[in-house]
Every structure is written in C-alpha cells, then in structure tokens.
C-alpha cells in the first residue's frame, strides 16, 4: 500500500504515449500538488516527444534503464 495514495478521477492528458499507461500511478499521486503534476508531465513530453531519436527507442532505452537500476516498469 502506498503511503501516499494516488487520486483516482483525475484525467492524465499523457495517456497515449508510450510508457504513460505505468506512469499514471506516479502521476496520479503528484496530483496531491497539481503544479508539480503539470510540470513533470511537461518535461516528460519534451523528452519523449521531440528531438531526433525515435519515440519507440527512447521507450526501449527507458525499459532498459528500469531492468538495470532493479525497478518495475
């Protein structure tokens, strides 16, 4: 159980992006501090979303990340 629990009715605008869907848990719980929220869904749209490298193989290189640091993704 979390310490912090996640909001549960609360819409997250990043939901078709790839990898959104396990993140939602991380972002319905910022939404305790909507600013923090909106924020952190900015950045990760940056990243994931622009810039020359295929979304497809930051989501592989983001997985990859997870596997060696021993965290669920």
């Known amino acids: 159980?979390?310490?912090?629990?996640?909001?549960?009715?609360?819409?997250?605008?990043?939901?078709?992006?790839?990898?959104a869907a396990t993140m939602s848990a991380l972002?319905?719980?910022?939404?305790h501090r909507p600013e923090l929220m909106?924020?952190?869904?900015?950045?990760?749209?940056?990243?994931?979303?622009?810039g020359t490298?295929?979304?497809q193989l930051k989501e592989l290189l983001a997985i990859r990340v997870s596997q060696v640091n021993h965290?669920?993704?």
């Not at 159980?1 to 990898?19: H, K, S, T, V």
């Not at 972002?27 to 939404?31: D, H, L, P, S, V």
């Not at 909106?38 to 940056?46: G, I, N, T, V």
């Open 1 to 19: 159980m979390p310490r912090i629990p996640p909001i549960a009715n609360i819409p997250i605008p990043l939901e078709d992006m790839p990898g």
């Open 27 to 31: 972002f319905r719980t910022m939404a």
């Open 38 to 50: 909106r924020h952190s869904m900015q950045l990760l749209e940056a990243a994931m979303r622009s």
């Open 53 to 55: 490298v295929e979304p």
């Open 71 to 73: 965290c669920f993704y």
